[in-house]
């Protein structure tokens, strides 16, 4: 596939950029895998890429039923921060954080990771107290983040009316590595070096069916043929619950609709990412000058990627007392994507009730931060059958009264 | 945006004054039910892309619970119902089975 460099620019320029060859190539299902991954989002593709390059498994399919990070990994609003309450999760997120920091190097494409700084305001008391223990929970799991007062927020982000009327800004969670990166990019980045290890990342592939045999998977029933495989891997977010269905048991999961919209580009004024959860909403601006805007999800189960007028309204009303100064912007797109939401609000990486089937499902509004330690942790588990980061995450935590309890600790937006 | 009929005060109401209650006609277990049982009600939930069966409660409006029978997947709306029932009506049942064929009733053999 070539290497990225400058020099590769350079050359190409000189021979009108016809070198440039496909990123990852579009190869027929074969009959056999060693490993099956369904969902070609961030997750699946990092967890393929950590099975070849941690693992030495290269004999791996990626079947997605769309296009290549179609999903909710087109869908977020790119946000990266791991402040979470929790260990389990602070080390799985930290470690996705850590991953996105030399990830463009890592494969070779760049992600633009942007480690502008991620805060988090605090516009109740309540959320001043819960806040500074997060940020000693943090100090505590080696996660850098620090409260930080009213002065301090209005410095790092002028735009913000601290002394809003209803919601005045009392401080704020500040994580000054986190930011964010192209979500694109990320996947077409690990859909890159899969390609280049031998894996086959097959499109327009819809899974209908999962055979088992004596309590164990066997293959794969898609639209394009049917597939035999050693391990099978579920990462498919929103339809978590459809696809353990077809393999015959159930989640503790539901599919929501959550929503972003962004409005017109204009010039730089915000170079750290906001997040109000109190008033549910979030804002950054993108590299291009969108105010990417995001809000609360759905509480129903919704599977059709659309978002509603009532979350824009209820969205975009909050944000706009806490910055005056967009009152004006007029927005652009709003999309939806379906999240998987667990009711501890912490994901599932886990084994299922059957054989060699693993799933990675239910970091519900919260996925994309996660990608890279995701993958790690979970392509650990596939090849290993055990990993530290997932220990924690297995789908017997709720039978077992083990929660890992971000609903409470993360506020809303997550 | 979702719109559902009230069944007590027959308002149509947009999803903004209802509040979302989850899965309907779950049974429950508590005190003296196994391990699985309990995990199961507890935990575990219908997810169908399809037709659907939940709670919502008239929140900004009459505040009773009702039923809502709905296609999670084209947000069709079949029917809504009182809420002192352990299932879907027969009325209901009718209206999803001439939509949805091949469709029933998870308690039908």
Known sequence: MGHYSALAVAREAFRDHRGWQRAWKSPEPRRRYDVVIVGAGGHGLATAYHLGRNHGITNVAILEKGWLGGGNTGRNTTIIRSNYLQDASAAIYEKARALYETLSQDLNYNVMFSPRGVMMLAQTEHEVRGYRRTAHANALQGVETEFIEPGRVKELCPIIEVRGPRYPVLGALWQPRGGTARHDAVAWGYARRCSEMGMDIIQKCEVTGIRTSGGEVKGVVTTRGDVDCGKLGIVVAGHSGHLAEMAGFRLPVESVALQALVSEPVKPCMDVVVMANTVHGYMSQSDKGEMVIGGGADGFVNYTQRGSFSHIEETVRALVETFPMISRLKMLRHWGGIVDMTGDRSPILSRTPVGNLFINCGWGTGGFKAIPGSGWGFAELMAKGESPLCAAFGLDRFREGRFIDESVAAGVAH | ?109
């Open chain 2, 1 to 109: 945006m979702l719109i559902l009929t009230c069944p007590y005060c027959g308002i149509r109401c947009d999803e903004t004054e209802l509040a979302p209650g989850g899965e309907a006609h779950l049974r429950r277990f508590g005190p003296g039910s196994s391990d699985d049982e309990l995990e199961d009600y507890l935990f575990m939930r219908a997810n169908p892309k399809g037709v659907h069966f939940e709670r919502w409660r008239h929140a900004y409006g009459c505040g009773k619970w009702f039923h809502a029978a709905r296609n999670t997947v084209t947000l069709e709306v079949y029917g809504t119902y009182p809420a002192q029932v352990h299932g879907p009506p027969q009325e209901i049942r009718d209206v999803i089975s001439a939509k949805v064929p091949g469709w029933r009733w998870k308690d039908e053999s």
